[in-house]
């Protein structure tokens, strides 16, 4: 089977473009508008882009009318946003922010959840969640789709400040993540989570590259 996607309709009656590029973390994205309005939301397409320094990207579909995200525009015109590791315990809660709701509601109460506030910017970050980072927006490149909600913007940032909860440490200092158990976006309305790892090491790599890939400074 094979297609082009530009100019045919998928043979199969679910489309399986998103459900290849997987497991997706889950960019799950707080931020405040100029006038204080906070903002939850959680986003598919989100990923580490360097490390030296820290630095991250999302990218955001417009609605079918045209509008821009509110966490696209809070982070252009505020300069921050940050970004909450969504996990299996939070799950319910990611769900019901991901919910298109009116500029007055807050996702936070309807979620449930509490908001604790950035060190550099008043962001409200999910305390219950056991990671964050406090991220400064650099800058925004737009891509015009096929369709009003083809189009994307993607937002580039750096990550100023990381939050770690001590409690998710494993004795020498790495993240416990099958304690954590992060969540990840798989395509149709499927997810998956993260409870097995896995090591490998690759053969011959020297002293300095192996260190890097174990995320030991230089």
């Known amino acids: 089977m094979k ?3 530009s100019t045919q309709k998928s043979p199969l009656p679910f489309s399986p473009f998103k459900s290849c590029t997987v497991p997706r973390p889950i960019g799950w994205l707080s931020s405040v ?11 598919s397409q989100w990923q580490n882009l360097t490390f030296d320094p820290p630095m991250v990207m999302f990218s955001a579909n ?3 009318d045209g509008r821009r995200k509110d966490t696209v525009l809070n982070a252009e015109r505020t300069g921050w946003f940050v970004w909450n590791m969504a996990t299996y315990d939070l799950r319910e809660a990611v769900n019901i922010s991901a919910m298109a709701l009116p500029p007055h509601e807050n996702e ?22 056991p990671v ?3 991220c400064r927006y650099l ?12 189009t ?22 790495k993240l416990d993540i099958p ?7 798989m395509g149709y309305y499927d997810y998956t989570v993260v409870t097995d790892t896995f090591e490998m090491r690759i053969p011959q790599a020297s002293e300095g590259e192996a260190d890097g890939l174990a995320g030991q400074p230089a």
């Open 3 to 5: 297609y082009d996607p």
């Open 33 to 43: 508008s100029p006038e204080g309005q906070e903002n939850l939301a959680p986003y």
């Open 62 to 64: 417009q609605y079918p």
């Open 108 to 129: 936070f109460e309807r979620a449930g959840l509490t908001p604790r506030y950035a060190d550099l910017h008043p962001v409200p970050m999910v305390a219950e969640s």
């Open 132 to 134: 964050h980072f406090e």
């Open 139 to 150: 800058s925004t490149h737009r891509m015009r789709g096929d369709s009003d909600v083809g």
């Open 152 to 173: 994307i913007d993607i937002v580039f940032a750096k990550v100023e400040r990381i939050h770690i909860d001590e409690d998710i440490l494993t004795s020498d200092g």
């Open 179 to 185: 304690k954590i158990k992060p969540i990840a976006r």
